[in-house]
């Protein structure tokens, strides 16, 4: 080993033997990495805000950001003053004691990790303001700026506390609901019963007050003397209720199905979430039911654990069931089931990532004597059919059915991670469907560019021209989330018809849409449509020098595409949140194909200090209206006379796959303080990883053994062969293995 590589190892080495760190694998997948890296206190700094806040400010310098810039920086950190809306920067570096050693003084770093980690992991930030659940609560918002929180931050500050959103944490929104359910309760019990003094259990709630979860408001201890009104409607004189499945049908979407009809429709109200693993409970947003026995509810908190569903009932009555929420794995959305013979049944249905589909019929009578939660993972995967599945959209038929009969279809859907969905279920009718879709010969989404942005719509062919125009009130247009708000329509010829969403609609997403034109003899026609406007996101992962000449550069994308990119001197606005315009990059940059999760991008003929740019585009053609950066690091060319021998990985062991999966891997050389832990990578876990790494020594070499295991118990490396990447002092060092 060289000398100048033992004095590397020695003084990282005084960071400690043992390294306990959040590794994000898919880290700001759907946004732009440079971005968040580069974003600092200049980049979130709110001059309004900070003058507002402090009117002797105000009065000395306006609203001079140069001036109120630099006051915060010399007194106003010092002072403990707070500069916007979105992270009291004093408080978060002050609460979290890791962050404070590591960081210091530098106050772009808190910055940084605030927007790269600690919002996502709940971090108090300092204020009320919560960016991660302000994209989550509304939907077109998230479809729009996806994780990109500074963008969030700014639409909250220009135009969301205008149009009265909610940007607060859902702890805080939860805790004054139950704080103003419990007054209510109290003053319900005061308005039915003789006053009494108030219980000494309980106190005026102070600023940190949160009521318990499991501690509903107290009923009165007797039915009053004096009637009341009835709180809801009463349930049907039937058997006991159940829940009979609880099914995740998308990110946010849970299904609740009982075991019969409610006499009228669940509010949201009677139902509550509550994580039984230990983590928050998950707020419901609304609750829609067709038919008073199947529930759809969009929730804004979730995450991979173990949750209880309870319902209250409009007689009181209480019923409850275990389920657990996944979404490591790919997300099904939009699928139906339409038969189309006696015999033959056509189901169709969106994807969000490529892998296979399985799945296992049961007849109608079976399924009366088997819910859906007896169906296992196992069972459908080992037992069940196998068909591969495409990103977006996918079709296949289902044959050998039998005339008349009803069916449920159990699928589970695997991604090329080997990540599965949980057991979901689908019901084919006995009933030959009436195929009224061919009436639509096409329908295909655009994005129409105006001056002010976009408008956003659908241009639909039929199979022959209506006698008279159709009318903006005949189409009825929706995706899995809920229905599209319409606001113009225009055609030619009684044929080709655009309609316009509304001017600030937003798609959600890429979605399977449903587009029902409702005939004025009574008849409806029926299409469907898949949206997909969205470019592949991708984010820079690592730059490595080959030799003095030669890059190898790590690109992960969310989608199959091609990569354009190019080598500058120089990025325009380089270190701002400004959009970086990709046109040139487009018209005379180099391509290659790129897939879905990692790719490698050899680059030669390039110099320490520029920059490796690249912009996207998908199969059909959806670009990105910016490019990703990332600057290339200086080669330093090997001594002559220096051992240049470099580390390496001479073998990997699998100590446990799953369980708390370990992994021993051996170096040829010291490597203690080296490791960093936050990059490493295992093929078929793309997702944000707890690892915990340990030193140790084997042969004659010393700290040369690094054992790394998975935190998150819940996460298992699948059977096959892997590779594993990880960075020892800034370079990639990757090792191909078998489970």
């Known amino acids: 080993m060289s000398e100048a590589f033992k004095r590397r190892a020695k003084k990282k ?5 043992r390294i306990l760190v959040a590794a994000m694998a898919a880290a700001m997948a759907f946004g732009n990495i440079g971005y968040v890296h580069a974003a600092g206190v200049d980049d979130v700094f709110d001059e309004h805000y900070y003058a507002d806040q402090y009117p002797d400010l105000k009065a000395a310098f306006g609203y001079s950001r140069s001036a109120l810039l630099k006051h915060f920086m010399k007194f106003g950190l010092a002072e403990g003053r707070v500069m916007n809306e979105m992270i009291d920067i004093v408080k978060y570096r002050a609460i979290y004691k890791d962050l404070q050693a590591a960081f210091g003084d530098d106050w772009d770093k808190y910055i940084e990790h605030y927007l790269a980690h600690g919002a996502f992991e709940k971090r ?103 009637p009341s009104e009835p709180s809801g409607p009463s349930e049907p004189e039937k058997g006991s209720f159940e829940i009979q499945s609880v099914e995740v049908v998308g990110t946010g979407r849970i299904r609740v199905t009982l075991n019969q009809k409610t006499e009228q429709p669940l509010t949201l109200e009677a139902f509550s979430i509550i994580c039984n693993s230990g983590g928050s409970d998950m707020t419901i947003r609304s609750v829609s039911t067709d038919d008073n026995k199947v529930y759809d509810l969009a929730t804004t908190y979730y995450r991979d654990q173990e949750y ?32 189309t013979s006696a015999s033959e049944a056509r189901i169709t249905y969106h994807s969000d990532e490529p892998g296979y589909f399985y799945y296992i019929l049961r007849e109608s009578g079976q399924v009366a004597a088997q819910a859906a939660s007896d169906v296992t993972e196992e069972e459908v995967i080992g037992d069940g059919v196998k068909i591969e599945m495409l990103q977006y959209e ?83 247009i929706s995706c899995p989330q809920g229905p599209t708000t319409l606001e113009n329509i225009s055609t030619s010829d009684n044929r080709v018809y655009r309609v316009y969403m509304d001017r600030y609609g937003i798609p959600s997403g890429t979605n399977t849409y449903t587009i029902l034109i409702n005939l004025k003899d009574g008849s409806q026609l029926k299409g469907s449509c898949h949206l997909d406007l969205q470019e592949p996101r991708v984010d820079i992962r690592s730059i490595e020098w080959k030799d003095a000449d030669t890059i190898e550069v790590t690109v992960n994308s969310d989608e199959a595409g091609t990569l354009y990119y190019a080598i500058q001197d120089e990025v325009e606005d380089e270190g701002t949140i400004e959009g970086k315009d990709p046109s040139e990059i487009y018209a005379s940059g180099n391509q290659a194909s790129m897939g879905y999760g990692l790719n490698y991008i050899t680059v030669s003929g390039v110099n320490g200090g520029q920059w490796f740019c690249c912009a996207t585009e998908d199969a059909k053609g959806n670009r990105a209206d910016f490019y990703n950066y990332k600057q290339i690091p200086e080669y330093t060319a090997p001594d002559p006379g220096e051992d240049t021998t470099q580390p390496e990985i001479t073998g990997v062991t699998v100590l446990s796959a799953s369980n708390n999966a370990r992994l021993k891997v051996v170096f040829n050389q010291n490597i203690n303080g080296l490791y960093d832990n936050s990059l490493t990578q295992i093929s078929g876990i793309d997702q944000k990883l707890l690892l915990e790494a340990t030193y140790s020594s084997e042969g004659d070499l010393e700290d040369n053994v690094l054992t790394i295991r998975v935190v998150d118990p819940s996460v298992s490396i699948p059977e096959g062969s892997h590779t594993l990447t990880v960075y020892i002092d800034g370079k990639a060092i990757r090792f191909d293995f078998t489970v």
């Open 308 to 339: 209880d569903i309870q319902i209250t009932l409009a007689d009181g009555t209480t019923i409850s069931k275990v389920f657990e929420y996944r979404t490591d794995c790919a997300q099904i959305t939009s699928i139906n089931a339409a038969r």
């Open 124 to 226: 108090d930030n300092g204020t009320d303001f919560d960016p991660v659940d302000y994209l989550n609560r509304y939907n077109e918002l998230q479809a729009t700026f996806g994780s990109d929180l500074l963008s969030a931050y700014k639409h909250y500050k220009e135009y969301g506390k205008q149009e009265g959103r909610d940007g607060r944490s859902e702890n805080v929104i939860v805790a004054e609901r139950r704080a103003a359910e419990y007054q209510a309760a109290l003053e319900s019990q005061a308005e039915t019963s003789e006053p009494s003094e108030p219980s000494a259990e309980y106190s005026e709630p102070e600023d940190t007050w949160e009521p318990e979860p499991e501690a509903p408001p107290e009923e009165p201890s007797r039915p009053s003397e004096t």
């Open 394 to 476: 996918n079709a296949f038929t289902i044959t050998g059915l039998s005339e008349g009969m009803a069916y449920t279809m159990y699928y589970v859907a695997v991604n090329t991670e080997e990540k599965a969905t949980l057991v979901n279920s689908l019901s084919i009718d006995g009933g030959i469907y009436e195929e009224t879709a061919t009436a639509i010969k096409r329908a295909e989404a655009f994005a129409e560019e105006q001056a002010d942005g976009y408008l956003y719509g659908f241009e639909i062919e039929l199979e022959n021209a209506t006698s008279e125009p159709l009318t903006l009130d005949q189409f009825e």
């Open 13 to 17: 080495a005084k960071k400690g033997r």
